[in-house]
């Protein structure tokens, strides 16, 4: 049977993914510090799936931790979610970020190589495209990340290609996410950010549900069709799915396998915000501010790789994913807590 070790497998799109594994008969272990998630998600997760998993609190910079799991289960793949994702933070502690996004990638796959575990999903992010000058970026798109957040993931895209290259048995997919968004339909795991959400969805949805008092949209003056940024929103079920097309993939292709995960079709901050209100019934006020240093006018996937070599597209479209995240934040208006 398939082991899988999930690292940051309580988080965000962690938690929507361990269930699709659990619910495909996967055996699952999930290794996360909690440093941005909550241990409730467990339960939510053996409900939902009706399964149960093996949950290691615990850090993948812990070496030791780490052996000893790997010793005790005989895992053959891993997926590594385990990360810190906030652009500003990493732009004020360096450091921070390098260290446990980096430095901990490195311990965890000496870890694997030690183990003879030749099978990881890495997830990446299009931050690691920067400002290309187009808007539609393929996976051939030159890599040159805006901020440090985005460089943290290219070093560790890097190391993969290099170790794949010295590592010729490694089966290895570097999933480039897009905008995730959207929440279980069953209104149970979803995103909660600690405090003020950075992201556009958790900040709209906590003002439906009168968290906050109202969406401050960056910039109303972009050159896009009604002045406000266009991003690629993905319904966090669909990549969850992308994830299992990945390890389907892998089991049958030695190779390196490096894929955009987004739908292809961008939205404004505006539409999303329409498409919220219709959602919920709800009218969510906003403010047009100034725009936010290091944000781009418009990017969005070419998802045809995706499609082409694992099989996989996006599904589900803007009016899911507000219905979903509305019934999550709804059922949970303070998260986890
Ligand atoms: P998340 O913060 O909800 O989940 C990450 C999980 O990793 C958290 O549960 C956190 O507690 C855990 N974690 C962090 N550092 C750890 C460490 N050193 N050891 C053990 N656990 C640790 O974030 P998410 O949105 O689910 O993102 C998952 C991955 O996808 C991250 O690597 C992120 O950088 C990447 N990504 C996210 C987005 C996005 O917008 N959400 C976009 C592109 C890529
Ligand atoms: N936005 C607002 N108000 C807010 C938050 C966001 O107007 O309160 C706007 C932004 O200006 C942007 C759009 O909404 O036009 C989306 O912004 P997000 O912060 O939700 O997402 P980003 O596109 O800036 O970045 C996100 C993640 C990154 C990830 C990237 C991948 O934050 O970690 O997607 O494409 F790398």
């Known amino acids: 049977m398939n082991k899988v070790l999930v690292t940051g497998g309580t988080g965000y799109i962690g938690s929507h993914t361990v269930v699709k594994l659990l619910s495909a008969g996967m055996e699952v272990l999930v290794l996360d510090n909690l440093s941005n998630s909550s241990k409730e998600v467990v339960g939510r997760i053996e409900k939902l799936s009706g399964k149960s998993l093996q949950f290691f609190e615990g850090d993948i910079r812990d070496r030791a931790l780490l052996r000893s799991i790997f010793e005790r289960h005989s895992c053959n793949s891993v997926i590594h979610f385990a990360g810190l994702k906030a ?9 921070k970020y390098f260290d446990n996004n980096v430095a901990g990638s490195i311990v965890l796959f000496e870890e694997m190589i030690r183990a003879r575990i030749h099978t990881l999903i890495f997830s990446s992010s299009a931050t690691v495209y ?18 440090t957040y985005g460089r943290t993931k290219l070093m560790v895209e890097d190391i993969l290609r290099d170790l794949k290259k010295a ?44 968290t906050r008092e109202k969406l401050m949209i960056y910039g109303g003056d972009y050159s ?54 219709k959602a919920s019934g709800k009218k969510i006020p906003y403010e047009i501010i100034g725009r936010r240093p290091g944000d781009l006018p418009e990017y969005y ?18 009016d899911r994913m507000c219905a979903d995240t509305w019934r999550w934040q709804q059922q949970n208006p303070q998260g986890y807590s």
């Open 87 to 95: 652009v500003g933070e990493s732009e004020e502690q360096p450091l």
């Open 167 to 210: 590592n010729p048995e490694m089966q290895i997919a570097l999933l480039r996410y897009f905008n995730p968004v959207g929440a279980h339909e069953s209104g149970d795991i979803g995103e909660h950010p600690f405090g003020v959400p950075n992201n556009l969805m958790p900040f709209i949805s906590q003002v439906a549900v009168g």
């Open 301 to 318: 996937a070419d998802p045809a790789l995706a499609k082409k070599v694992l099989g996989w597209e996006a599904k589900l479209g803007i």
């Open 224 to 277: 896009t069709p009604d002045g406000t940024g266009l991003r690629d929103y993905i319904h966090v079920e669909d990549l969850g799915a992308g994830h299992l097309a990945a390890l389907h993939s892998l089991s049958e292709n030695n190779s390196l396998i490096t894929v955009n995960l987004g739908t292809g079709h961008p939205y404004s901050v505006l539409d999303m915000v329409h498409a919220f209100e």
């Open 130 to 147: 920067g400002d290309p000058g187009y808007a539609c970026y393929q996976e051939s798109t030159p890599l040159s990340p805006m901020n």
